[in-house]
C-alpha cells in the first residue's frame, strides 16, 4: 500500500504543473469578460469555512465549507454561513480601505461572485487574477480550482469542461492575507500588509490550441555597440496544447515584416530582422504592434525594441550610455490610503515622478500592476522591478526559494515584453550571510535563465566599517549583480545630514553603481530650524547634503532612485506626532503636496539632464 502511495505522490508533483507555467501573459488582448466589481464576502478570522472544528480541511462537498452553496435544501437544513449584498466589497481593491474594522486586518476573507456565461462546446475557460494578497484558494460551483501564493503576481486556473453553467455560477475565492516567517515576504515589511483580489478579475474564453505566452526582444549587443539599423529580434512563442507541425504567423505590419514559423512543439523559437526599426528610448519612447497568430488563435502586443547592458562602469541604452534619474515608488495611492492598481493610479504616480525630472522609477518592493509598466512604455520611463525577497526571508530554506522563483517567474513572463523594465530585481537590504548569498544567487541564475535580454540587480548592504570615511559596497552578492545597488540613509538612520560632506562611496567590484534607496522623513507642513527632525527644512537640508555629496561620487556612479517618491502607510512608524503609522520620506506628502525637499531634488536632476543628455555643454 504504502509503495503504491509514493507512486502516486510522485506522479502527482511531476504532474503539478507550476502556476507560473501555465500564466496566460497579455490578457489584454484576450476574450474576456470583467469579474471586477461588487463581490460579498464573509469575515472568517477562523477559517471556519475552511476546517472543520478538529481544525481539519473540510471534504470539498460538506456543506458547511464556505465555497458550498449557501441556499437552504430545504427549511430544516443548518447553515451558517452566506453571502448577501448587505457584505459587499469592491474588486480590484484591499479591503483594508473599504472598511473601518479592515483597517488593520490580517486573516481571510470569503469572497464570492455569481455570474452567468454561454460557454461555448469545444472552447477552454479560465479565471485570471492580476494579483490576490497573499494567499488565493479558488473554489467554482463547489470544485477547487487551485491554490495560490503570491501577493503581487498574476495567476490563471483552468476551469475543467462541464464545470461551467449558463447561469448562476458560484465564483468563491478564499484570501488569506496573514504573515509568516517562511513566506515572501516574511513577517516584518515596512509596509502597509494590503490584503484583498487587489487587481483585475475576469473570466478568459480560449480555444483548445492557443498562444499562452510569446516573447520578442532585442538581444543585447555586443560589447557595448549600438543596435544598428537593422537588429535581430530574438524571442519564442509559448502555445498550450501545440498541434504538431502547425505554423506560426509574427507580423509588424508598420516594419511591413510577416515571418512565418513552424512549431516544434510547446515552445518555438523566433528570430527576426527588424529593419528600419526606431528605436525605444526615453526620449522616442517608440512602440510597434506585434501580432502572433497560429490557425486558431492571434494575440498582439505593443512592443518597444531596445538594447540594454551594464558594461564596465556604465549602464548603456541602445550603446549610449544613460544616467538614471530615479525615485522609488510604493504601490500605494496615499491620498485614499489604498493600493495601486488602474491606469488613472498608474498616470498619477509616473506624473510624479515626471515633474521631478525623473527619467526611471524603482517599483519598490514587490512587482506593480500592469498598468504601471504598460505607461512606463508610452510615457518612456525606466523601471527597476522587484520581487519581494526582503530583509529576513527564510534563505536556508528550499521551499521558500521555490516560492521566491515562482514569483520571479510570474514577474518576468508578466512584463518581459516590456521595454521599459530594464532591470530585475531579486530582493532588497537582505542580511549577509553564505546561506543568504546562496540563495540570492540562484534567483539571479533563475533571472537569466527567464530573460538574458536585461539587467539584474538587488540592493545590497554596505559595508560601513571599510575605512576611514570611505563605505564600500563589497556584499558578496556583487560578484553575480549587472548593477551594484545599495541603499544608504547617512544623516537620517545614525548623524546629521553634514556627515556627508566627509564621505565617499566605492566598491571593488568594475561595474556600474547605483543608489537604490536615500531619504529623510518629513511631515508635509511642519516647518522648524533644518536641526529639527521631521521638519521639511531638515528634510531640505538632508537633500542638499546628499546632492553635494553625489558630485563626488565615483566614475562608475550611473543614478540613483531615493525613497521615496509620496508618503505612505507603515505599521512599523509610530512616533504619534509626525508619523501615525505612515513612513514620511516622501518628496510628496500623502495629500499630493510638494515638500521643500522635492525643489532640491528637482534642481540636481535638472543639472543632471543636462549635464549627461547634452554631454558637450558644461
Ligand atoms: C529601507 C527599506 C525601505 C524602508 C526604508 C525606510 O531601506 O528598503 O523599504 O521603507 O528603508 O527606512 O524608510
Same mark, same amino acid.
Given at each position: ?10 506522479? /502527482? ?18 476574450? #474576456?469578460? +470583467?469579474?471586477?466589481?461588487?463581490? &460579498? ?14 481544525? @481539519? ?56 461572485? +455569481?455570474?452567468? %456565461? &454561454? ?24 470544485? @477547487? ?25 458560484? =465564483?468563491?475565492? @478564499? ?30 474564453? =480560449? ?48 516594419? @511591413? ?44 502586443? &505593443? ?10 562602469? &556604465? ?42 525630472? %525623473? ?30 525577497v526582503y530583509w529576513?526571508i527564510?534563505f ?8 521566491? !522563483? ?21 530582493g532588497n537590504e537582505t542580511p549577509?550571510?553564505?546561506?543568504r548569498?546562496?540563495?540570492m ?11 538574458? #535580454?536585461?539587467?539584474?540587480?538587488a540592493?545590497?548592504e ?27 540613509? =547617512?544623516?537620517?538612520?545614525?548623524? /546629521? ?25 518629513? !511631515? ?7 536641526? /529639527? ?62 515638500? !521643500? ?22
Open positions: 500500500m504504502k509503495r503504491i502511495y509514493w507512486i502516486v505522490l510522485l506522479l /502527482t508533483s511531476q504532474l503539478a504543473v507550476k502556476a507560473q507555467d501555465s500564466l496566460i501573459t497579455d490578457i489584454g488582448a484576450r476574450k #474576456t469578460t +470583467s469579474l471586477n466589481g461588487k463581490w &460579498q464576502y464573509i469575515v472568517d478570522p477562523y477559517e471556519t469555512g475552511f476546517y472543520d472544528y478538529r481544525y @481539519k480541511e473540510l471534504n470539498e462537498k460538506n456543506p458547511d465549507a464556505f465555497w458550498n452553496t449557501d441556499v437552504q435544501k430545504d427549511r430544516t437544513e443548518k447553515k451558517e454561513h452566506g453571502y448577501i449584498d448587505k457584505y459587499s466589497i469592491e474588486v480590484p481593491g484591499d479591503w483594508n480601505h473599504q472598511k473601518p474594522e479592515f483597517t488593520y486586518y490580517e486573516g481571510t476573507i470569503w469572497y464570492k461572485k +455569481s455570474f452567468d %456565461c &454561454q460557454p461555448v462546446q469545444g472552447n477552454r475557460y479560465f479565471i485570471y487574477f492580476g494579483a490576490v494578497n497573499y494567499r488565493a484558494d479558488v473554489y467554482l460551483n463547489g470544485k @477547487k480550482l487551485g491554490m495560490h501564493k503570491g501577493g503581487f503576481t498574476p495567476f490563471n486556473f483552468e476551469i475543467p469542461a462541464g464545470l461551467l453553467k449558463e447561469k448562476g455560477n458560484f =465564483l468563491v475565492v @478564499k484570501v488569506d492575507n496573514k504573515r509568516y516567517s517562511d513566506e515572501v515576504p516574511t513577517l516584518n515589511t515596512d509596509w502597509w500588509n494590503y490584503g484583498g483580489i487587489t487587481r483585475n478579475v475576469c473570466l478568459v474564453e =480560449l480555444p483548445q490550441s492557443f498562444i499562452q505566452d510569446f516573447v520578442l526582444q532585442l538581444k543585447r549587443p555586443l560589447a557595448g555597440k549600438a543596435p544598428g539599423a537593422s537588429p535581430d529580434a530574438y524571442g519564442w512563442v509559448k502555445i498550450n496544447n501545440p498541434q504538431a507541425g502547425e505554423t506560426i504567423t509574427v507580423e509588424i505590419p508598420e516594419l @511591413k515584416l510577416k515571418k512565418q514559423f513552424t512549431s516544434t512543439g510547446q515552445t518555438t523559437a523566433l528570430n527576426l530582422k527588424l529593419s528600419k526599426l526606431q528605436l525605444w528610448s526615453t526620449e522616442t519612447p517608440k512602440l510597434y504592434k506585434v501580432i502572433v497568430s497560429t490557425k486558431n488563435n492571434r494575440v498582439e502586443d &505593443q512592443i518597444g525594441f531596445r538594447t540594454i547592458e551594464a558594461l564596465g562602469k &556604465q549602464v548603456l541604452l541602445n550603446g549610449k550610455p544613460v544616467f538614471m534619474r530615479g525615485i522609488s515608488i510604493h504601490g500605494e495611492i496615499p491620498q485614499e490610503v489604498r493600493r495601486a492598481y488602474s491606469q488613472a493610479d498608474a498616470m498619477q504616480l509616473l506624473t510624479q515622478a515626471r515633474n521631478l525630472g %525623473c527619467n526611471m522609477v524603482r517599483l519598490a518592493h514587490y512587482p506593480h500592476d500592469e498598468a504601471i509598466t504598460r505607461l512606463a512604455d508610452s510615457l518612456g520611463v525606466l523601471v527597476w522591478s522587484e520581487i519581494p529576513t527564510n536556508g530554506s528550499s521551499e521558500v526559494l521555490n516560492k521566491a !522563483k515562482a514569483q520571479l517567474a510570474e514577474m518576468i513572463y508578466r512584463d518581459h515584453n516590456r521595454a521599459s523594465i530594464i532591470i530585475w530585481s531579486v549577509i550571510s553564505q546561506t548569498t546562496n540563495f544567487h540562484s534567483l539571479i541564475t533563475e533571472a537569466k535563465r527567464l530573460d538574458n #535580454t536585461r539587467m539584474v540587480s540592493a545590497l554596505v559595508n560601513y566599517a571599510s575605512g576611514k570615511n570611505l563605505n564600500l559596497i563589497d556584499d558578496p552578492l556583487g560578484e553575480f549583480v549587472d548593477l551594484v545597488a545599495f541603499n544608504e540613509y =547617512l544623516g537620517w538612520y545614525g548623524g /546629521t545630514p553634514d556627515m556627508c560632506r566627509k564621505t565617499n562611496w566605492g566598491t571593488p567590484y568594475n561595474k556600474p553603481l547605483f543608489i537604490s534607496e536615500t531619504g529623510a522623513g518629513a !511631515k508635509g507642513g511642519f516647518h522648524a530650524d533644518s536641526l /529639527t527632525r521631521f521638519s521639511e527644512e531638515y528634510q531640505e537640508w538632508y537633500y542638499k547634503e546628499q546632492v553635494a555629496m553625489l558630485k563626488r561620487m565615483p566614475d562608475n556612479f550611473v543614478g540613483i532612485s531615493p525613497w521615496v517618491l509620496a508618503d505612505f502607510r507603515s505599521p512599523k512608524r509610530n512616533n504619534p506626532i509626525y508619523q501615525e503609522g505612515w513612513n514620511r520620506k516622501g518628496v510628496y506628502d500623502d495629500k499630493g503636496n510638494k515638500k !521643500k525637499a522635492f525643489y532640491i531634488l528637482q534642481a540636481y536632476y535638472e543639472q543632471m539632464k543636462q549635464l549627461h543628455d547634452h554631454p558637450k555643454r558644461k
